[in-house]
């Protein structure tokens, strides 16, 4: 008998519910909807794919994601601005040491790109790409990091963002107490799939290299300054192209096979990436380093 999709939807979702409401108990969590499957390959490291294969698992609906070194989660104030006193950031030794100049306030455009739920009996859904303003700054008291967002960043993009923070400058060697990070988002962002992004926005305004206007980007950012796999990158590819971008970096944990072929019916290039480092390189043209 052939298996009802509705149903197995119905069931899906109904057993994400019950894994939240039995499963989950660390408040510091949040949960983020991602279309992503794990293939198993014998001798061989699971490979990520967007496109639902024989032998493949999904990649749990709920999917869990936790930042690094955020204690304890971060709250917001009425205007939908993070709190900067609930954010504690280990500063290696040498980082400390380091004697650090005051700098203005850079500000600069991240593409970003986002989509929707899919529709029942659709393998797509909607997409959007808009244009977020970063702007990073000094903070002359060394009590930071102040994170600040606006109330279109929700709670998922907020951890990805903190994360990205951390993860950032400690690439390129600053002290994350001294310093201000701000985005402004004009459209509700919620996920992790822009934390490569903006993880490539902090590091290139910290060491002053600006972003190629042709790129854009989907893919998550670790502690470990991995980029990993996300879902639904055909629909991001979609609103890449809505922006006019003609080259897109994405994760290279991914089945990307199919993606190069839409890339190429879109006039999009890929490019694969697997660090921050490899993600900077290739959004930036520059090595990613330390600040002098």
């Known amino acids: 008998m052939a298996e009802d ?12 519910l019950l894994f939240l409401a039995f499963g989950v108990n660390d408040p510091s969590l949040d949960v983020v909807w991602a279309d992503t499957w794990v293939c198993p390959r014998p001798g061989q490291a699971d490979l990520y794919t967007d496109r639902e294969y024989p032998g493949c698992r999904q990649l749990g609906e709920a999917k869990m994601y936790s930042p690094v070194m955020i204690f304890p989660a971060p709250k917001s104030s009425p205007g939908g601005h993070l709190s900067a006193n609930s954010i504690s950031s280990d500063v290696p030794p040498q980082q400390q040491s380091r004697k650090l100049s005051p700098f203005s306030d850079v500000s600069l455009s991240l593409p970003l790109l986002s989509v929707g739920q899919n529709t029942v009996g659709s393998i797509t859904g909607s997409w959007t790409g808009f244009v977020a303003q970063l702007i990073v700054g000094y903070k002359a008291d060394g009590k930071g990091p102040e994170i600040l967002g606006d109330s279109n960043l929700l709670p998922a993009s907020a951890h990805s963002f903190h994360t990205a923070v951390v993860v950032a400058s400690r690439a390129v ?8 990070v701000r985005i402004l988002v004009p459209s509700r962002l919620n996920g992790p799939s822009a934390g490569g992004m903006f993880a490539v926005g902090i590091a290139s305004a910290l060491l002053g290299d600006p972003i190629r206007q042709e790129v854009c980007m989907s893919g998550t950012i670790e502690p470990d300054a991995e980029i990993h796999p996300v879902g639904r990158l055909v629909d991001k590819m979609n609103a890449c192209r809505d922006l006019r971008k003609t080259t897109m970096i994405v994760p290279d944990g991914l089945d990307n096979s199919h993606l190069n072929f839409t890339g190429a019916e879109r006039s999009i290039q890929l490019i694969q990436v697997h660090t921050l480092a490899e993600a900077y390189s290739a959004a930036t043209g520059q090595a990613l380093r330390q600040v002098p």
Request: aromatic content about 10%; cysteine-free; hydrophobic content about 30%.
């Open 173 to 180: 060697g600053y002290d994350p107490r001294y310093l201000t």
């Open 5 to 16: 999709p509705l149903n197995r939807q119905h069931v899906q979702r109904l057993a994400a």
